[in-house]
């Protein structure tokens, strides 16, 4: 093993955390300070980045050798933004963010994933505390990045995102929320409210025992671009839907011409 500064050594091992849960491992690096820009405000949140382990070691030294000689930056690592007194405050605001690469980092309106993420963040900071995950293992619905652009082709042949899925042999939703929920679970005991459309991560929640006290929509605005999307969601994904800003006017519009195109190719796809 590699002779490692004391120094450096000693100013990471108060930021480490071990979290042990069953046959799994999770290591949580943080609290670091993360100015990040919304809006034209600078606003200071907590940022920490977990790391699941098959292995554990009490030697902070053996762990970064163990670290330096894995090339990381070909997996993926969630991460958890906080603000506030995330831990003791009696109401948190909850974010569990699938990573979306088009969407969060492109801008593409294809989906409402970068309104999310954006949206969810002043959520939490208008609230007071709160945490959002953003959780790296997530892209196209759990499938990875390659998969989704497999996905999305099959999308403009006329299948819709859970078929495009399906055909492509994945499920329609592959997403696991268990390291998330145990990383919540170690910073908080109280209740949380979660920002959501999904029933199925409040299930989960309630299914690991986080107790849950409430739930907030989050929509964005529905366009020709993301419309067929959105309410597939709520159709065949069963989202929540009480509040979808401006669909209506597009839906006709988006069945027209999804009509039009399956009259021109001959086919129909569900």
């Known amino acids: 093993m590699k002779a490692y500064d004391a120094e450096a050594i000693s100013a990471l091992r108060d930021k480490i955390r071990l979290i042990q849960t069953g046959n799994k491992a999770i290591y949580v690096a943080g609290p670091i300070k993360l100015p990040i820009d919304l809006d034209g405000s600078t606003i200071a949140f907590s940022w920490y980045v977990w790391l699941n382990a098959d292995e554990t070691t009490?030697?902070?030294?053996?762990?970064?050798?163990?670290?330096?000689?894995?090339?990381?930056?070909?997996?993926?690592?969630?991460?958890?933004?906080?603000?506030?007194?995330?831990?003791?405050?009696?109401?948190?605001?909850?974010?569990?963010?699938?990573?979306?690469?088009?969407?969060?980092?492109?801008?593409?309106?294809?989906?409402?994933?970068?309104?999310?993420?954006?949206?969810?963040m002043k959520q939490i900071v208008g609230s007071g505390n709160g945490a959002l995950f953003y959780l790296a293992d997530h892209e196209g619905r759990g499938i990875g990045l390659f998969s989704k652009a497999l996905a999305y082709i099959l999308q403009e042949n006329?299948?819709?995102?859970?078929?495009?899925?399906?055909?492509?042999?994945?499920?329609d939703d592959a997403r696991d929320y268990g390291e998330a929920i145990d990383v919540?679970?170690?910073?908080?005991?109280?209740p949380v409210t979660?920002?959501?459309?999904?029933?199925?991560?409040?299930?989960?929640l309630v299914?690991?025992?986080?107790?849950?006290?409430?739930?907030?929509?989050?929509?964005?605005?529905?366009?020709?671009?993301?419309?067929?999307?959105?309410?597939?969601?709520?159709?065949?994904?069963?989202?929540?839907?009480e509040r979808l800003q401006s669909s209506e006017r597009w839906i006709s519009r988006?069945?027209?011409?999804?009509?039009?195109?399956?009259?021109r190719r001959g086919t129909i796809h569900p």
């Open 58 to 120: 009490p030697d902070l030294a053996c762990l970064i050798d163990r670290l330096s000689r894995v090339n990381l930056a070909e997996w993926q690592q969630s991460s958890m933004l906080v603000y506030g007194d995330m831990q003791r405050a009696e109401h948190a605001l909850i974010r569990f963010h699938s990573i979306c690469h088009t969407g969060d980092i492109f801008g593409s309106k294809r989906c409402d994933c970068g309104y999310q993420l954006k949206q969810s």
């Open 207 to 241: 299914k690991a025992g986080m107790p849950v006290s409430g739930r907030v929509p989050l929509w964005g605005e529905a366009s020709e671009y993301n419309v067929r999307y959105l309410m597939t969601k709520i159709a065949r994904s069963g989202h929540m839907s």
């Open 158 to 171: 006329g299948y819709d995102t859970v078929d495009a899925n399906l055909k492509l042999g994945f499920a």
């Open 254 to 263: 988006d069945e027209r011409a999804r009509e039009q195109e399956e009259q």
């Open 194 to 204: 979660l920002i959501t459309n999904n029933p199925r991560k409040v299930e989960a």
């Open 184 to 190: 919540l679970k170690a910073f908080r005991t109280k």
